[in-house]
T-cell receptor, first 111, second 113 residues
Framework: DVKVTQSSRYLVKRTGEKVFLECVQD?????MFWYRQDPGLGLRLIYF???????EKGDIPEGYSVSREKKERFSLILESASTNQTSMYLC??????????FGSGTRLTVV | DQQVKQNSPSLSVQEGRISILNCDYT??????FLWYKKYPAEGPTFLIS?????DKNEDGRFTVFLNKSAKHLSLHIVPSQPGDSAVYFC????????????FGQGTRLTINP
């Protein structure tokens, strides 16, 4: 069973802090993704990566960056957290376009 | 530009009845569609999918119907059970879509006893 693990379930950070959200998958998937989920807006793609050290912008990359130094790990970085980044963040991995496996999510609150 | 739309934010159904969740898409390049189910404080889990070469796919209580001419798909759950109460996301992908899934806004389904 593919497992995608997000390091924190809940986080509370202050405005202006640099925030790291970590995601690790254990099935050697090439593709990894970061989404945020907001009520009424569904799942919106922030960044994705097809391979180590490769990254592509999604639909809402502003205010975020990512790092993929190892195949199994994909980190989302909020350079300077703002209150409008309060959200549920979901990491996913996949072998192909026919389905993702998601992590449990990180509920981030920026105060 | 919302390429995948779920126009009903919420749906309430009595236990034992049929639940029908709808999804519309605009991109005619989409050729594979999926439904995910999400409980609060958990990640979405895969439920059922359908390729554009089919118009129906069934898995137990869940059936997905695809109407390509209308660019519409629907998820039928019958009979509905209390454990089906969750948010359901429709998603789509296409060959040139860089292996990304495009998601709809989600529909919150509540099954009443």
């Amino acid at each position: 069973d593919v497992k995608v693990t997000q390091s924190s379930r809940y986080l509370v950070k202050r405005t202006g802090e640099k925030v790291f959200l970590e995601c690790v998958q254990d099935m050697d998937h090439e593709n990894m993704f970061w989404y945020r989920q907001d009520p009424g807006l569904g799942l919106r793609l922030i960044y994705f990566s097809y391979d180590v050290k490769m990254k592509e912008k999604g639909d809402i990359p502003e205010g975020y960056s990512v790092s993929r130094e190892k195949k199994e790990r994909f980190s989302l970085i909020l350079e300077s957290a703002s209150t409008n980044q309060t959200s549920m963040y979901l990491c996913a991995s996949s072998f192909d376009r026919f389905g993702y496996t998601f992590g449990s999510g990180t509920r981030l609150t920026v105060v | 530009d919302q390429q995948v739309k779920q126009n009903s934010p919420s749906l309430s159904v009595q236990e034992g009845r049929i639940s029908i969740l709808n999804c519309d898409y605009t991109n005619s390049m989409f050729d594979y569609f999926l439904w995910y189910k999400k409980y609060p404080a958990e990640g979405p889990t895969f439920l059922i999918s359908i390729s554009s070469i089919k118009d129906k796919n069934e898995d137990g209580r869940f059936t997905v119907f695809l109407n390509k001419s209308a660019k519409h798909l629907s998820l039928h759950i019958v009979p509905s059970q209390p454990g089906d109460s969750a948010v359901y996301f429709c998603a789509a992908s296409h060959k040139m879509g860089a292996q990304k899934l495009v998601f709809g806004q989600g529909t919150r389904l509540t099954i009443n006893p």
